[in-house]
Structures are given as C-alpha cells and as structure tokens.
C-alpha cells in the first residue's frame, strides 16, 4: 500500500490521504473544488465548482502515475440535484472514458462546496 500525495491538489481537510494505491488501483479521496494554490474554494458556480474539483482528481491520478482515462468508478455528490445537467457537461470533458458512476444529491458537503468527486483508477 502506497499513500499518494501531491501539492497540485487540495491537502487533506482531515485524517485522510488524497488517495492511497494498492493491488494496481488508484482509491482517491472525495475531492472538493478548493483551488490547491489559493487553499480554499473560489468558484462560485457548479460549473467552475466541477471544473476545479475534476482538476484537482486530475493532479492526483497523474501523482499516482495514472490517467483519467483509467478510471473506471466515480462517484459524485452534488448540494442540489437541480445542478445534474450543468454538473454533467463538465464532467463528461474529463471523464471521456465513461467509467462506472454514481451521482446522487446529499445535504451537506464539506466547506460549503456545491460537488465532491471521488475515483478510482487502474494503474
């Protein structure tokens, strides 16, 4: 087991790695839109939101020395349901692929985000 970490990607908010790998995958932590340089979020829309939570999952498949393209599950949590389409567009530019997904609504995502996105890749 290999703790993965990279400075182009939000530090953890808590006791957790940014993603860990063994057994030839790649288990990332839920990734918020805080922009990495600044350390807190910066967006405001669910569109910059995605954007910058899809960067920051990005960072840390190419520290673990993976590609977006080798994920094969995300899931994805959103502050409002209603975002689903605005949310997808984004999402769909860097997860070309179309690994297995799960998208749901919750009540509360950590610092107030709007989406949190979690993956898991193949090394």
Known sequence: MKTVATENAPKAIGPYSQAIEV??????????P??????????????EQAEQACKNVKAIMEAAGTSMDKVV??????????DFAA??????????????????????????ALVEIEAIAEK
């Open 23 to 32: 057994n030839g995958f790649v288990f990332a932590s839920g990734q918020i």
């Open 34 to 47: 805080i922009n990495p340089a600044a350390g807190k979020i910066e967006a405001t829309t669910i569109e």
């Open 73 to 82: 599950k995300t899931t994805c949590l959103l502050a409002d349901i209603k």
């Open 87 to 112: 949310f997808n567009k984004v999402y769909e530019k860097y997860f070309v692929s179309k690994p297995a997904r799960s998208c749901f609504a919750v009540k509360d995502i950590p610092a107030g």
